[in-house]
């Protein structure tokens, strides 16, 4: 029964990066699944400590693929109204590509909404379409550069779960 705690938890782990690679909550579900292997064995095969950790790390993975797309649409000079449009922009496109495109959707959806919606709120701002341009390219990059940190994170997370349910197992 314990072999398939760890089987379960390797192959969930795995789900998990591929989930985050096509912007869905898969760090969380590392984390979940981390939790539940540690409940199952009395929070001492993983110990409290990494699901804790995990949970850190996760919620650190979030946060920066949340302001990915912010600090660098920042950097070239975006008003706060191009930076709220990315955001909202980013959320809308990735819902309304995944529909179409239901596993790359998300990633294009996501890159070419903030990208969209970064440039019409600097537009808004000041009529410029190359400035616009700019910024919603600098957002665009940012939300794929904010993906790949978290999908880094997403693998270190399974990493650390895996390794610690393998090398404590019985």
């Known amino acids: 029964m314990d072999v398939l705690w760890q089987v379960s938890l390797v192959i969930l ?13 898969g760090t969380w ?8 292997c540690s409940w199952h064995f009395d929070w001492l095969r993983p110990s409290w ?20 797309s912010l600090i660098t649409a920042r ?4 008003s706060k109204r191009a930076l709220w449009y990315a955001l909202a922009g980013g959320f809308f496109g990735m819902f309304l590509f995944t529909i179409p495109l239901p596993i790359i959707g998300t990633v294009i959806g996501g890159a070419l909404g903030c990208f969209c919606g970064a ?15 700019k910024v919603g390219l600098f957002a665009a990059v940012g939300q794929v550069l904010g ?3 978290k999908t880094m994170i997403a693998l270190v997370m399974a990493g650390i779960a ?3 349910i393998v090398l404590t197992g019985a």
Do not use: F
């Not at 782990?13 to 909550?25: E, H, I, Q, S, Y």
């Not at 950790?53 to 979030?62: N, P, Q």
């Open 13 to 25: 782990c795995v789900a998990g990066v591929v989930l985050t690679v096509v912007r869905l909550p």
């Open 29 to 36: 579900l590392v984390v979940a699944a981390t939790a539940a």
């Open 49 to 68: 400590r990494i699901v804790i950790a995990l949970l850190v790390m996760a919620i650190l993975a979030e946060g920066i693929e949340m302001m990915a």
């Open 75 to 78: 950097k070239a000079g975006a």
């Open 119 to 133: 440039m019409i709120g600097e537009m808004t701002v000041q009529d410029d379409l190359r400035k616009g341009a």
């Open 147 to 149: 993906t790949l940190a």
């Open 162 to 164: 895996v390794c610690a």
